[in-house]
Nanobody, 123 residues
């Protein structure tokens, strides 16, 4: 069983930066692909970014490419999402997710999910 715990959410102004963290625990989580999704009020959950087990391969949604950076800690159990130039449209609950094989943007392919952390961006 894998457990994921997100942290780092908060309320910021448009143009500010924020860094989210997700710490994974459980057997072999360091070999899992991991990613971030978000869900705004009244909207479906959407893909943000993902990273493979080594940290060398990343994948971003078009809406955050160039503004957000996903990375993996040296112990491979923690991932980060550095969010720059935040916009009001980035307001959402951000979820960390992991999957045994590969990476990608389909939420149903992820096996484990965190509880989420709220990010609010005021314009």
């Amino acid at each position: 069983q894998v457990q994921l715990v997100e942290s780092g959410g908060g309320s910021v102004q448009a143009g500010d930066s924020l860094r989210l963290s997700c710490e994974g625990s459980g057997l072999e989580v360091e070999f899992y692909g991991m990613g971030w999704f978000r869900q705004a009020p009244g909207k479906e959950r959407e893909f943000v970014a993902s990273v493979n087990w080594s940290g060398r391969t990343t994948y971003y949604s078009d809406s955050v490419k160039g503004r957000f950076t996903i990375s993996r800690g040296s112990a491979k159990r923690t991932i980060y999402l550095e969010m720059n130039s935040l916009k009001a449209d980035d307001t959402a609950v951000y979820y960390c997710a992991s999957r045994r094989w590969g990476i990608g943007d389909i939420s149903s392919a992820y096996d484990y999910w965190g509880q989420g952390t709220q990010v609010t961006v005021s314009s």
